[in-house]
């Protein structure tokens, strides 16, 4: 069976990843990654009252892409955008009980992805958009 | 779940009769083969017998051609530093294929901090070598060119008879990397022309820990590793008994069976390159029929191939190979499949099956059925 040093939870969001897909009336959708690189996520959010009430993504990448894709979906849930926004790559790592060295950088952009949605729901005018 | 194993190329089993032939030398026969009396005498025998049979697999004119080393990777180094640096009389130049294993590529670069000019010979986007580019680019300087019988990573089977007329109108040494291709397809050495050749143990079944270096007579070269000059003085250190044993009985199988399991192998992967074909966007790497009997190669559009191998490992027990760079130390993709011209993107999505004794055709549906499911299930994963 695999190792690659992957800890159990990493192979198990690998394995069964959580609010996978997209949302299509999302208030904010962040894009991070390059298909050159190996690696391209795309974040959607659903936010009423700043809180962050659905999150789906989709991930092309290796096994800690896709991992940690499905970890700051279940993070975020529910959290405030501005709490949101300050879950790191750590924060995500740490939550995966680790991630090999090599992986900590080039496929641990999941965090990145949901900032960029978060910047892309403030940037349409956050809350302002509630009721329309 | 019953395991699947298709990695061959990255390890495989040792054959239980090498494993019941060699035991003896771990446990009763462990002389050592420098000393004088009895128990040394009969190791020495046993390896002079393994010397015999390596021979023969490949056709060599005596014996002696054949020295061992500890793996293809330390016989690729002596075949190329050792003829590079005896010869630099001659010249200073060295050449090898875009797709030769990094143990060719590495020692050609460090031969280049020496003031040594490399040169690298193209392949097209099947794999062979571009023989014209080679004609170009030997000149009488160039003391050893390095070109691979076959290719790990997509099968492609060079034309070396022809590489080996090119290489010795215009420049000195031909060295063949054989690893992939020993025990698989029938070698020889003296029909196909070839100078220095690597073999390794491992990968036909024999134990790891031990590999061989053909060398034609009057090749000169000097040795990488000086001490007490064991193997000609060209490879010093005390003898791995049991692993050279092993490797000597592991030719003698593959020269016996070689040609009956290739054919029973070949039959398998066929119907893999069928079925797996089928799936949309998917592709064959490598040639489509000038291939080694038990590789099947592929790149599948908008997935990843590290993703592919946990799926297949996790998920259905199967274990493949992939040259994506997310699977890989430097988290470059396999220069391989960069050197057929396939963008980075491209080869991100590759898988490599090497079938070996265990395989049966039987199991082609189950493989087929998993790699389907497999690839289905990450492009639902991908936003491409």
Redesign the interface.
């Known amino acids: 069976?695999?190792q690659?040093g992957?800890s159990k939870k990493v192979?198990d969001h690998?394995?069964n990843?959580r609010n996978?897909g997209t949302i299509e009336d999302a208030d904010g959708y962040g894009?991070v990654g390059n298909?050159?690189?190996?690696?391209?996520?795309?974040m959607y959010i659903k936010v009423k009252d700043d809180i962050i009430i659905d999150i789906k993504f989709?991930?092309?990448?290796?096994?800690s892409?896709?991992a940690t894709s499905s970890m700051v979906t279940e993070m975020a849930k529910g959290m405030h955008v501005d709490e949101a926004l300050k879950l790191t790559r750590n924060d995500v790592a740490d939550e995966l009980e680790g991630l090999p060295p090599?992986k900590m950088h080039?496929?641990n952009l999941a965090a990145d992805a949901l900032h960029a949605a978060i910047k892309d729901y403030k940037k349409k005018g956050g809350e302002t958009k509630e009721g329309q | 779940m019953k395991r699947i194993y298709l990695d061959h190329a990255s390890a495989m089993p040792v054959d239980p009769r090498v494993l019941a032939f060699a035991e003896r030398y771990l446990k009763s026969d462990f002389g050592n083969p420098s000393s004088l009396h009895s128990a040394g005498l009969t190791a020495k025998t046993a390896i002079e017998d393994a010397r015999k049979k390596i021979a023969e697999l490949i056709n060599a004119e005596k014996e002696t051609c054949i020295i061992f080393t500890g793996c293809a990777t330390e016989s690729n180094n002596l075949a190329i530093k050792g003829t590079a640096l005896r010869n630099m009389g001659k010249g200073k130049k060295v050449a090898a294929s875009a797709i030769e294993h990094i143990s060719v590529i590495n020692p050609m670069k460090e031969l280049q901090k020496s003031g040594f000019e490399f040169t690298v010979i193209p392949v097209d986007s099947i794999g062979m070598v571009d023989v014209e580019k080679l004609n170009d680019s030997l000149t009488k300087d160039t003391t050893v060119t390095s070109i691979m019988y076959a290719n790990s990573e997509i099968g492609t089977i060079e034309p070396i008879k022809k590489i080996s007329e090119i290489v010795h109108q215009k420049a000195l040494y031909l060295h063949v990397d054989a690893t992939a291709a020993a025990g698989r397809i029938p070698i020889d050495v003296q029909n196909d022309g070839i100078d220095l050749l690597t073999l390794s143990s491992n990968d036909m079944y024999g134990p790891q820990g031990v590999g061989t270096l053909y060398i034609k007579p009057g090749v000169r070269l000097q040795t990488v590793l000086p001490g007490g000059g064991q193997e000609r003085g060209l490879r010093s250190g005390t003898e791995n008994i049991f692993a050279i044993v092993g490797m000597g009985e592991a030719a003698r199988i593959a020269k016996d069976e070689m040609r009956q399991e290739s054919e029973r192998l070949e039959e398998i992967r066929d119907k893999l390159i069928d079925e797996i074909t089928k799936i949309e966007e998917s592709y064959l790497t490598g040639h489509p029929n000038q291939r080694l009997p038990h590789h099947a190669s592929f790149r599948f559009s908008?997935?990843?191939?590290?993703?592919i191998?946990?799926?297949m490992?996790?998920?259905h027990?199967i274990q493949i190979a992939t040259g994506?760079?997310?699977?890989s130390?430097t988290?470059e993709?396999s220069h391989v499949l960069l050197a057929i011209g396939l963008?980075?993107?491209e080869a991100?999505g590759s898988m490599v099956i090497t079938l070996g004794q265990s395989n049966r055709l039987e199991e082609v549906p189950k493989i087929t059925e998993a790699v389907k499911e497999t690839i289905e299930r990450l492009r639902?994963?991908?936003?491409?």
């Open positions: 069976m695999a690659i992957y192979l690998f394995m990843p996978v894009k298909p050159v690189c190996g690696d391209l996520m795309e989709k991930t092309f990448g290796c096994g892409a896709i090599v080039c496929s | 908008g997935i990843e191939g590290e993703s191998l946990l799926n490992d996790m998920r027990n994506s760079a997310c699977s130390k988290l993709p963008k980075h993107e991100h639902q994963l991908s936003p491409l």
